[in-house]
C-alpha cells in the first residue's frame, strides 16, 4: 500500500541564507541550554544528543537510546524518538541561521524498530524559508551514519522573536540561559 504524501517543502520556498557567522562544517556543538531534554548535559535521563556541523545545509546529531528511554520493552519509545527528532531539526535550524525558533509541526515517519542500546545518526537538512518558515528535513540512521534508516522526520519551525521566551518561559531559567550564553560565542548572533 502506498500512501499520498505531499510535496516537501510543500510551498515554493527560497534558499535558505546561512548565517555568515553560523559555526563551520566539523564544528562540534554544545548543548543550547544545559537543562534542555534533547541536548542539556545536566538532565540524567535526558537525551544528551550531540550535535555537529555538516555540509550543504546540514547538522549531525547523534545519542544513544537507553533504559530510560525505553516504551515497549528493549525499544525506544516512539514520542522520545520524535523528541530526538525535535531536538537535531531544531538544532539544525538554530546553528545555522542564528535566530530563535520553535517548532511548527513535526512529521516522524517510523520506518523499523530502535532498541535499547542502539545509537541513532540523525543528518538535518534545511530545505527552504517563506518568510518565517523554516522546512528541514531530516533522516535517522541506526548503529552507523550510513546504517539504515530507522526514522525519517520533516518540521516547519517559525522564527520567533526573543519575547517569545521571555514572556512565556521562566525568568530564573532565561537569566540562566543568558548568563551561560555569554561565555558561548556560538551561542551569540
Known sequence: MSRNVPDWPPVDVEPVPVHPKAPQAG???GPHYSECFGCGDEVPTGLRLQSTMGDEHTVHSQFTVTAAHQGAPGLAHGGLLAAAFDEALGATVGYQLRKPAVTGRLETDFLRPVPVGSTLFIVGKL????????YVSANGHLDAEDGPIALRARALFVIVAVEHFTTHGDKD???KLSASSQKRPDLNP
Do not use: P
Open 127 to 134: 530545505d527552504g524559508m517563506a518568510g518565517r518558515k523554516v
Open 173 to 175: 531559567a532565561i537569566a
Open 27 to 29: 564544528t562540534k556543538l
